[in-house]
């Protein structure tokens, strides 16, 4: 199994920076992507960006395009989520999940789809 730990959140100002992390272990090998999601009081979860396992990015929401930033460290399994620009609206609870492929090695065993437990961004104006 793959175990997910977020990391950085903090109470910030707009305009100011943060970086979250994302530490995986276990059964990281079979990680083919990984992805930060968000949710605020209220609303729907959001996807926020998504890249592959060895830290191309994928994509982003058309919200934090061009202020955010996903990537990888070299030779560790922890992603990154560098937030530029921060707006009041980034408030919420960021989420890393990664998508687990055991096929073909282990044909038997299912996809995963792990999450971490949250870190709390809270953006003031």
């Known amino acids: 199994q793959v175990h997910l730990v977020e990391s950085g959140g903090s109470m910030v100002q707009a305009g100011d920076s943060l970086r979250l992390s994302c530490a995986a272990s276990?059964?990281?090998?079979?990680?083919?992507?990984m992805a930060w999601h968000r949710q605020a009081p209220g609303k729907e979860r959001e996807l926020v960006a998504t890249m592959t396992s060895s830290g191309d990015p994928l994509n982003y929401s058309d919200s934090v395009k061009g202020r955010f930033t996903i990537s990888k460290a070299q030779g560790e399994p922890t992603m990154y989520l560098q937030m530029n620009d921060l707006k009041p609206e980034d408030s919420a609870v960021y989420y890393c999940t990664a998508e687990v492929v055991y096929w073909p090695r282990y044909a038997d065993r299912p996809r995963q789809r792990p999450w971490g437990q949250g870190t709390q961004v809270t953006v003031s104006s």
């Open positions: 276990g059964e990281t090998d079979y990680i083919v992507n």
